[in-house]
């Protein structure tokens, strides 16, 4: 068979597309995710960008055919920071600014009561003073952390680097519920646009720094929050801070210390929300995380009863059936997950009557409105999540059989927040 030379014959779609001129559209890059493998054909996307013309795009591969950075626009943003910075900052590089930026376990444990005379301590090495009337907790004042927005804006990313402004104590005079928990005024960089945001909780507060991009390092600080953040950065600093960030993560209700420990030993965080993952709501109820546990901690006496049906022997096999409600996440989170239920549901807890899932239904159904609404907003790999999916199946089985109330009622129409 003859095959005509490639001047002579019509060229592929393959062929055609090699020979255009590559073309890129600029944007932002406003979610970053994982690969994580769902089944043998699925994967989500690696990238969410926000391009300049406002339509969003979905870049599947993490590739340099598919996405690049633009060297141009990160060496501008890096030039505009040095010269925000003003007075004290100039000559510190990028690498210096790191010691600036602050995770949010660190941040919260250096506002324990040992983290302030960590605080106080440090600043001593640094050569910092201070002033009449001013407290350990100032010093953090000019810290870069990553935060993520209260109120996601259709144009704004999920999560951007803001520098702490100024740190509110917990209200001596009772107050709100919000005014008794450590707040943060922050200003956001967002485009390199600054933003003054309102106080927030903590619990706003990410992780995930010093990641794609780094966006931390190009905010402007100052060197006293630089020189600061080297005294926590190594020598008897770094050992006191790690210390306190391993304590502070413990709450002393043992699942969730159990889940600490666990993802302490995998080396990962918490899991954070993403911007487009869909959380679970129940109709006409303003909080869902609330609805399931004032229900199920209502019913424990009969949950248990049911996760001791079968005997010793089949137990493993019925606590494994369980199991299998995470066998969709990735690798790290699954094994994380099945670790903490098979020591939640094991034979040791079982004999004892499950008292640290006891323990841990009368924590989640006691909290406040605030931390019922967080848990709602949990990352789809969180310990709130993981509770919320391994229970499902029980409640259900509960509910079928009149022995717990079920929580959804097809005649309300709107949550009483707004009816």
Not at 82 to 90: F, M, N, P, Q, V
Request: glycine letters at 8%; hydrophobic letters at 40%; a negative charge.
């Amino acid at each position: 068979r003859w095959v005509p030379p490639k001047s002579y014959r019509r060229k592929t779609p393959r062929e055609r597309l090699r020979q255009q001129p590559e073309r890129w559209a600029a944007g932002r890059v406003t979610q970053v995710r994982p690969p994580k493998r769902v089944g043998p054909d699925a994967m989500l996307p690696a990238y969410q960008v926000l391009l300049c013309d406002g339509l969003f795009e979905y870049v599947r591969h993490d590739h340099d055919a598919f996405i690049r950075r633009d060297e141009a626009w990160e060496s501008a943003l890096a030039q505009a920071a040095e010269r925000a910075a003003g007075e004290g900052a100039e000559g510190l590089c990028l690498d210096a600014k790191g010691f600036a930026v602050l995770t949010a376990e660190e941040v919260e444990a250096l506002l324990s009561k040992d983290g302030l005379c960590l605080l106080r301590d440090a600043a001593e090495v640094a050569g910092l003073t201070l002033g009449a009337g001013c407290r350990p907790w100032q010093l953090l004042c000019g810290c870069v952390v990553r935060r993520r927005a209260a109120v996601l804006l259709p144009d704004a990313p999920l999560y951007s680097p803001a520098r702490i402004r100024e740190v509110l104590p917990p209200s001596e005079d009772g107050g709100t519920p919000p005014e008794q928990q450590w707040r943060l005024r922050l200003t956001a960089i967002v485009d390199g646009v600054e933003r003054h945001e309102p106080p927030a909780p903590l619990r706003f507060l990410s992780n995930d720094t010093g990641g794609t991009g780094d966006e931390e390092r190009a905010v402007a600080v100052c060197a006293r929050a630089v020189r600061l953040g080297r005294a926590l950065s190594f020598g008897e600093g770094a050992r006191r801070l790690d210390r306190l960030v391993r304590d502070t993560a413990r709450s002393g209700i043992a699942a969730i210390d159990k889940w600490s420990e666990l993802l302490h030993e995998e080396g990962v965080y918490e899991d954070e929300p993403v911007a487009d993952d869909a959380g679970h709501v129940i109709v006409g109820e303003w909080s869902a995380h609330a609805n399931i546990y004032a229900r199920m901690h209502g019913a424990r006496a009969y949950l248990f009863e049911l996760l001791s049906e079968s005997d010793e022997h089949e137990h493993d096999a019925a606590v494994a059936g369980l199991a299998k409600t995470f066998d969709t996440w990735h690798s790290t989170r699954r094994k994380i997950a099945h670790a903490w239920l098979r020591w939640l549901l094991g034979l040791e807890q079982r004999r004892a009557g499950y008292p640290a899932l006891d323990e841990f239904l009368a924590h989640e159904a006691a909290l406040p409105p605030d931390e019922h609404i967080a848990r709602d907003d949990a990352g789809r790999f969180s310990l709130a999540r993981g509770g919320l999916y391994f229970l499902d199946g029980p409640a259900g089985i509960l509910v079928e059989d009149g022995l717990m109330a079920s929580g959804i009622d097809p005649a309300r129409e709107a949550c009483p927040l707004c009816s």
